[in-house]
């Protein structure tokens, strides 16, 4: 079939981005498949694998679609299109906001909180990444993830590192931040290496003993999680979101209590790095997700709706941050 891919960023990512990858790895997945792919992106993006077509943000880009057997929404069209459609809702959406009945989520728990109950788990490609080295030393821990996003906990992260007497990398973030009002972090024992992709970026994960992930909202998904333990880390981190379905009992650890996590990371060596990485490739693969978007296309194909009703955020009672105590 021929299928377009309609992204709201350009592409390929430069630097890190999370939903920029997914998106490249899907369409390079199905055309893998025998599948036709096309971008519609914004204007400078570029792709040596698929056709693209910029489209000019001065009209709807609903109204620039080439002709497709279906659409591949990523938050980009805002109108009706006459192909069908799938979207998927990558972040969280606003309370109350109503989603069409063609959405996917991107894990079981970020469909129930928004109505829904059809997701597809977002999935890595390998060639990106390269094989683990399993002989280089471990000493730090790592942060991975916006560190001027207050919900991803970077400072949780900085005092988890320092009750466990470790040394703590973080990517994502510099050490003088405005984004946060003023933050400047004093502290010698992290490491800023900034918003990086890339080999260095996967250099820096295949030299940490384990990710800390401290979230303070309903993670969607996480990518980070993956990219971690597809390095043979494993995860420690709060039970929010879809953490509980990623982080089972064989790669990580979970608690809403930093003094847990920093109490269960002496254990660290205890966790199989190689079995980390292999469950990667066993769940949270790209052609994995690839596959399991195909047969839900299929169904759109025919005519189906996948969810009765369409989904709707309903009014949210959480905190701002949810709870982490000290």
């Given at each position: 079939m021929r299928i377009a891919i309609a992204f709201d960023r350009q592409i390929p990512a430069v630097r890190y981005g999370g939903s920029d990858r997914i998106i490249w790895w899907l369409g390079k997945e199905l055309i893998r498949l025998g599948h036709q792919v096309v971008y519609v992106v914004p204007q400078g993006s570029v792709c040596d694998f698929a056709e693209v077509i910029?489209?000019?943000?001065?009209?709807?880009?609903?109204q620039q679609l080439p002709e497709v057997d279906l659409v591949h929404?990523?938050?980009v069209l805002t109108?009706?299109?006459?192909?069908p459609l799938l979207f998927t809702l990558q972040g969280n959406g606003a309370p109350g906001t109503r989603f069409p009945r063609n959405t996917v989520f991107i894990s079981r728990n970020h469909a129930e909180r928004h109505?829904?109950?059809?997701?597809?788990?977002n999935g890595i490609d390998p060639d990106d990444y390269g094989e683990p080295d399993w002989r280089v030393p471990?000493?730090?821990?790592?942060?991975?993830?916006?560190?001027?996003?207050?919900?991803?906990?970077?400072?949780?992260?900085?005092?988890?590192?320092?009750?466990?007497?470790?040394p703590l990398a973080v990517v994502g973030g510099h050490r003088l931040n405005f984004n946060m009002g003023f933050r400047l972090t004093l502290d010698s024992n992290v490491r800023f290496h900034g918003v990086i992709g890339g080999k260095r970026k996967n250099r820096i994960i295949n030299r940490s003993s384990a990710l800390?992930?401290?979230?303070?909202?309903?993670?969607?998904?996480?990518?980070?999680?993956?990219?971690?333990?597809?390095?043979g880390c494993p995860v420690f981190g709060t039970p929010y979101g879809s953490l509980p379905e990623i982080?089972?009992?064989?790669?990580?650890?979970?608690?809403?209590?930093?003094?847990?996590?920093a109490r269960r990371l002496a254990n660290v060596g205890q966790f199989d790095r190689r079995r980390c990485h292999q469950y990667v490739g066993d769940e949270f693969s790209a052609d994995l997700m690839t596959?399991?978007?195909?047969?839900?296309?299929?169904?759109?194909?025919?005519?189906?709706s996948l969810h009765d009703q369409a989904p709707v955020t309903p009014d949210n009672s959480d905190p701002k941050l949810l709870p982490l105590a000290k």
């Open positions: 910029p489209y000019d943000a001065n009209h709807r880009p609903e929404d990523f938050g109108g009706r299109v006459d192909v109505g829904g109950s059809v997701f597809v788990y471990r000493k730090h821990l790592l942060f991975l993830a916006l560190a001027s996003w207050k919900v991803k906990n970077v400072r949780g992260a900085i005092r988890i590192a320092r009750r466990a007497g470790r800390l992930f401290p979230v303070r909202w309903h993670e969607p998904f996480g990518i980070a999680l993956i990219e971690a333990l597809y390095f982080v089972i009992p064989e790669v990580g650890v979970l608690a809403d209590n930093e003094s847990e996590l596959r399991r978007y195909l047969r839900l296309y299929e169904r759109v194909l025919n005519g189906e």
